[in-house]
């Protein structure tokens, strides 16, 4: 079984009104000297009956059809 981390975060330049939010919240709640906070999504991904390679190609496939949107979004694939 191999074990992944998708980690995907908007790409720079684009808006983000999530992470606004919660840079006032922060700061509201007494949090000083917080910049800019961006979010972003992680997903923890088991697949079964493939090597190495072929699950890093898949999960770029499944990154590429489902879990970012590529046109606004960048993601990062780490297997451990």
Do not use: W
């Given at each position: ?64 059809k489902l879990l970012a ?12």
């Amino acid at each position: 079984m191999i074990k992944a981390r998708v980690t995907v975060t908007l790409k720079t330049g684009v808006l983000d009104p999530q992470g606004k939010a919660i840079e006032h919240a922060l700061t509201g709640l007494g949090f000083g000297g917080v910049g800019a906070v961006r979010q972003g999504k992680v997903f923890d991904i088991e697949i079964d009956g493939a090597d190495k390679a072929q699950a890093e190609a898949d999960l770029k496939a499944m990154c590429d059809k489902l879990l970012a949107n590529t046109v606004i979004e960048n993601y990062s694939v780490a297997i451990t």
